[in-house]
T-cell receptor, first 113, second 113 residues
Framework: KQEVTQIPAALSVPEGENLVLNCSFT??????LQWFRQDPGKGLTSLLL?????REQTSGRLNASLDKSSGRSTLYIAASQPGDSATYLC????????????FGQGTRLTINP | NAGVTQTPKFQVLKTGQSMTLQCAQD?????MSWYRQDPGMGLRLIHY???????DQGEVPNGYNVSRSTTEDFPLRLLSAAPSQTSVYFC????????????FGSGTQLSVL
């Protein structure tokens, strides 16, 4: 059974810092991995999707990497801003049970002005 | 640009009552799903569908029914509400193929007294 873990559960950094969020998964047989952002009281917004054949994806100040063999992904946020404050979740689509995304519990990020 | 629309946004039920959470998408997505989000438990899949007339169970299906008569709509029915079903419910959709981003609705906050 696929398990997805995100550590730390919460992170607080000053504005302007570069930061890395971590996601690990137990079964490396995956189709893809997605990173989502969730603002309080809102739904989830997909930020980046990395296919199993890819090593990284970039969108603006965000860069997500995937190391399938070690079961790890990172989300790098450059030059953080207060508007980046949110909960970030990763989700894995496994080859077994491909219709069932498995989510981590998220990292709650606070960027302090 | 409606995307995924969920109604209602808030609902309070008494134990034993039944209700239907509505979900509609206008992106012609084959895949639709329902999640519940609880503190400390993360997002858990309730039911999903890969097309009209096709549904299947997720991780926590007990106490919930779904049907998919059209591509656009995927309602979630609570048969006899219990306090354990107090949660935030999210509907999500995507194209199929294994490598498509998941789009979420804004959620329904349900309280069962």
């Amino acid at each position: 059974k696929q398990e997805v873990t995100q550590i730390p559960a919460a992170l607080s950094v000053p504005e302007g810092e570069n930061l890395v969020l971590n996601c690990s998964f137990t079964d490396s047989a995956i189709y893809n991995l997605q990173w989502f952002r969730q603002d309080p009281g809102k739904g989830l917004t997909s930020l980046l999707l990395i296919q199993s054949s890819q090593r990284e994806q970039t969108s603006g100040r965000l860069n997500a990497s995937l190391d399938k063999s070690s079961g790890r992904s990172t989300l790098y946020i450059a030059a953080s801003q207060p508007g980046d404050s949110a909960t970030y979740l990763c989700a894995v689509r496994s080859i077994q049970g491909a219709q069932k995304l498995v989510f981590g519990q998220g990292t709650r990020l606070t960027i302090n002005p | 640009n409606a995307g995924v629309t969920q109604t209602p946004k808030f609902q309070v039920l008494k134990t034993g009552q039944s209700m239907t959470l509505q979900c509609a998408q206008d992106m012609n997505h084959e895949y639709m799903s329902w999640y519940r989000q609880d503190p400390g438990m993360g997002l858990r899949l309730i039911h999903y569908s890969v097309g009209a007339g096709i549904t299947d169970q997720g991780e926590v299906p007990n106490g919930y029914n779904v049907s998919r008569s059209t591509t656009e709509d995927f309602p979630l029915r609570l048969l006899s509400a219990a306090p354990s079903q107090t949660s935030v419910y999210f509907c999500a959709s995507s194209s199929t193929g294994g490598n498509e981003k998941l789009f979420f609705g804004s959620g329904t906050q349900l309280s069962v007294l």
